[in-house]
């Protein structure tokens, strides 16, 4: 058998009690704390192109997953620095990548990209995610693609 | 026929349920033997019955039967043999005819291995395995009916999903995780045995820790095979995300791992009862809610189950089970109060219960999390999802302040700890943290986060070192052993506590690797041409030649691959590919990973250009990654030497127990 420790004897309840609800008090605080002050930072809105418009200036530096179809036409560049259009029907949004998009991509495709808007008015996409489902659907106005598979996960 | 075959295995086996949890249910009121064997056996005809419809399943993937709509959708001509066979857990109806078969498994084993160590228990065990099993084949009787035939039988099938016939670790991950998911109404169907019949003494706990680590050895195989699948098949270079299925499988996890943890404390001081209880059965909730999100539609993720009419079923299986668990718990709370005062603010009753309440808040923020898009879908129609950097900002501190716990815990004696104690047993370790620590700085290691967890994983493992040296030396000295013989007999003889021991060194070793690879990788991205090359570290990767040709198992696949020369600390050819397959509209990665002892050179085909050949690679170098696979080894074996069933000898005088 492990050798017993050597037992001290036992401190009264009552001030333990207060040390061990003070400790649990602490590391709610410290969890709720970090929980809610980093929500709004981590947030990502998917919208569509008209979603993104509707909102102008305050849409800017925001964290965004745009999603639309690839317009037709619209695909310039190589592919490290690439120029394309996405489209909800009603309205598009220019984009701009310089992260290559998988094979896959190409015009009239459903894509989602991940980036911000710039005050440019072109979408900075750190991710083109093109979309997964075998049995696609081009999304209806102001509908996105309802089943996003984001690579990074 | 075998179809049909199949949906009568189903419907019987719906039956034998049913009518397993009302021969227990009579035996408990009766106190009745005879009922009770006669639920047990249909128990096992139920199990006998999943595993027909199994293999019923099976046969039809295997001869491609396109007439069922699952074979139809997810299997095809040419898928080989080895994929045709693990589609049966590949989509939704039949990863929940496995599901029952495996639910089904455990409860026929336990039903009979406990038939006649607890017979007070045994019948509401019995009735809530009984109904939890009935519910999944309830569900594959009318919504997620896995035997459904189609007209027109099509020549050829969709083929299994792209993603995951491209790697046989899906072979693997799914079947462990699933061990460990429905293993864990074991514990549940204890808990609310031990609650019903008010014998929530000791007796219950033993057998119930011993059952959630047996699921939990499984469920942590099952997670960190799939990291491993994530790593080897997504091609991003990383093995979690906080993907909304992922964090279903840790959920269950966090507090199963808090309940094995605060049983301890029950069974050792009689205190913190009532969360143990509670623990039993939000594990078992957070398994539905697991199976929940997977399989409904509601969350988006790389995991997601097509969208399905299951979704309610679960629903109210949850809040049904929720609701009972909770009146149940409610109505016998004066049975669980604290039956000896608590420890000190520093004991070892107190380190468990920080230990809890850290696992808790983890399971709450990683719930809040995964939950949050959906609430604020509900509310304001709003389609968001919080990103991976939230989960880490609010989860590493808990896993720092975890760690730290694992090495204090182990050292403090129960009760309270006076200041002398506190001193003799933390000294040593204390300086081996702070050597480890300045050491990294020495050689030049900066990041927070590799240093913190390089100085707590080293004083853990210094303070469970000593601890194992002092008790070794110990006997070897009283019963004149030698040492080795001496720790390795101490260690069997208490094999819960070494192997905890052994299962909190490989969670040192996963936390160390973690924290060096999210902090210390490196990656490149460029685009080449044949015969140009690109440097990453020490490593130089140089483009020979594309080759684009069909998979020589499954020629509907074509693969493209991109010939690399590798040169550097590790060398030799590489040739990461992307796979069409005709059911996918996005080629699937298939990476090339160089394993080293340090480091893992990561390379993947993101895109290529047929016209002048050219290709875009991505190169990562992630430090110590292997390291993550083998610390979880380590944690399961580690688990499985603690439950390891020990040979039957007479029982040690009272104050042996430590």
Redesign the interface.
């Known amino acids: 058998?492990?050798?017993?420790?050597?037992?001290?004897?036992?401190?009264p309840?009552r001030?333990?009690?207060w040390?061990?609800l003070l400790?649990?008090g602490v590391?709610?605080a410290?969890?709720a704390y970090?929980?809610l002050s980093?929500?709004s930072?981590?947030?990502?809105?998917?919208?569509t192109p008209t979603e993104l418009l509707d909102l102008g200036e305050s849409a800017i530096g925001q964290?965004v997953?745009l999603g639309g179809l690839v317009k037709p036409g619209s695909v310039h560049g190589?592919?490290?620095d690439l120029t394309f259009v996405l489209t909800d029907g009603t309205n598009e949004v220019t984009v701009h990548s310089s992260?290559?998009?998988?094979?896959?991509?190409r015009e009239g495709?459903g894509a989602v990209v991940e980036g911000e808007m710039t005050t440019a008015g072109v979408f900075e996409a750190t991710q083109v995610i093109?979309?997964?489902?075998?049995n696609?659907v081009a999304p209806s106005e102001g509908q996105?693609p309802?089943?996003?598979?984001?690579?990074?996960? | 026929m075998i179809a049909t075959g199949g949906h009568v295995a189903v419907v019987v086996g719906l039956a034998a349920t049913l009518f397993a949890a009302a021969a227990f249910a009579l035996a408990a009121r009766g106190d009745d033997r005879g009922k009770a064997a006669l639920g047990r056996r249909a128990m096992i005809a139920a199990f006998g019955l999943a595993a027909l419809a199994c293999i019923a399943m099976v046969t039809l993937l295997l001869t491609h039967d396109f007439s069922v709509r699952y074979v139809a959708r997810n299997n095809a001509t040419t898928t080989p043999p080895f994929y045709s066979v693990i589609s049966l857990w590949a989509a939704l109806e039949g990863s929940i005819l496995f599901w029952t078969l495996l639910a089904t498994g455990w409860a026929a084993l336990v039903l009979h291995r406990y038939r006649d160590r607890a017979p007070t228990l045994m019948p509401w065990v019995g009735v809530t395995l009984a109904l939890v099993a009935a519910f999944f084949f309830a569900v594959m009787a009318w919504p997620g009916d896995p035997f459904v035939r189609i007209t027109p039988v099509g020549t050829e099938g969709?083929g299994p999903n792209a993603l995951l016939q491209n790697h046989p670790f899906m072979g693997l991950h799914p079947p462990l995780l699933y061990l460990g998911y429905t293993g864990l109404a074991v514990p549940f169907a204890f808990g609310v045995a031990a609650l019903v019949t008010r014998r929530t003494d000791e007796a219950w706990l033993v057998i119930v820790r011993r059952w959630t680590l047996v699921p939990w050895i499984f469920l942590t195989a099952g997670i960190v095979a799939g990291a491993w699948w994530?790593y080897a098949v997504?091609?991003?270079g990383?093995y979690w995300?906080w993907?909304p299925v992922?964090n279903a499988a840790l959920l269950p996890w966090l507090t199963a791992t808090a309940f094995v943890h605060s049983s301890m404390v029950a069974e050792r001081r009689g205190a913190l009862r009532i969360w143990a209880h509670a623990l039993v059965v939000a594990t078992f909730v957070l398994t539905l809610v697991g199976t929940f999100l997977t399989r409904s539609g509601v969350v988006?993720?790389?995991h997601?189950f097509t969208a399905s009419a299951i979704g309610p079923w679960f629903a109210v299986a949850i809040v049904a089970t929720l609701t009972g668990a909770l009146v149940l718990l409610v109505w016998r709370l004066p049975d669980l109060r604290d039956t000896r005062?608590?420890?000190?603010?520093?004991?070892r009753e107190?380190a468990f219960?920080?230990n809890n309440?850290?696992f808790l808040?983890i399971t709450?923020?990683v719930l809040?999390g995964t939950l949050y898009p959906l609430i604020v879908d509900a509310t304001s129609g709003?389609?968001?999802?919080?990103?991976?950097?939230?989960f880490n900002?609010?989860n590493a501190?808990?896993f720092v302040?975890l760690l730290f716990l694992m090495g204090v815990g182990p050292?403090?004696?129960?009760?309270?700890?006076?200041w002398p104690?506190i001193r003799e047993r933390f000294a040593f370790p204390s300086l081996a943290s702070a050597a480890l620590v300045i050491g990294g700085w020495a050689i030049g290691l900066r990041e927070v986060a590799p240093l913190v967890a390089l100085g707590l994983a080293a004083f853990v493992v210094t303070v469970m070192g000593d601890?194992v040296v002092?008790?070794a030396h110990?006997r070897a000295r009283s019963r004149g052993e030698d040492p080795p013989t001496a720790a390795w007999r101490?260690a069997t003889?208490?094999r819960r506590?070494y192997g905890g021991y052994l299962v909190h060194t490989g969670v040192c070793v996963m936390a160390v690797a973690v924290a060096v690879s999210a902090t210390l990788a490196s990656d490149v991205?460029a685009?080449l041409g044949p015969g140009e090359s690109v440097r990453l570290g020490a490593y130089t990767v140089s483009y020979d030649s594309l080759v684009i040709e069909p998979l020589s198992d499954d020629p509907r696949v074509t693969e493209?691959r991109a010939e690399l020369t590798l040169s550097g600390p590790q060398s030799g050819s590489l040739a990461p590919a992307?796979r069409d397959y005709p059911?996918?509209?996005?080629?699937i990665a298939t990476p090339t990973v160089r394993t080293a002892i340090g480091e893992d050179l990561y390379v993947t085909l993101?895109?290529?250009?047929p016209a002048n050949r050219s290709v875009?690679l991505h190169l990562f170098v992630n430090p110590l990654v292997v390291w993550i696979w083998v610390g979880g080894v380590i944690v399961a074996l580690g688990a499985a030497f603690a439950v390891w069933p020990e040979p039957r000898r007479r029982p040690?005088p009272a104050?042996?127990?430590?």
Request: net charge neutral; proline share 11%.
């Open positions: 058998m492990s050798p017993a420790p050597p037992i001290d004897p036992p401190v309840p001030r333990s009690r040390g061990v400790g649990i590391i709610a410290v969890l970090l929980a980093g929500m930072n981590a947030l990502v809105y998917y919208r964290s997953r190589p592919a490290t992260v290559a998009p998988t094979t896959s991509f495709i093109v979309k997964h489902d075998e696609y996105l309802s089943q996003v598979i984001d690579p990074g996960t | 969709n994530s997504l091609g991003w990383g995300a993907d992922e988006e993720s790389v997601s005062p608590p420890g000190g603010t520093v004991s107190a219960l920080f309440v850290l808040g709450f923020a809040f709003e389609r968001i999802s919080v990103g991976a950097p939230w900002r609010v501190p808990i302040a050292a403090l004696p129960w009760g309270g700890a006076r104690t601890e002092r008790g110990a101490l003889r208490n506590r991205t685009t493209t992307l059911n996918s509209t996005t080629p993101l895109a290529y250009d875009t040690l104050a042996a127990g430590a």
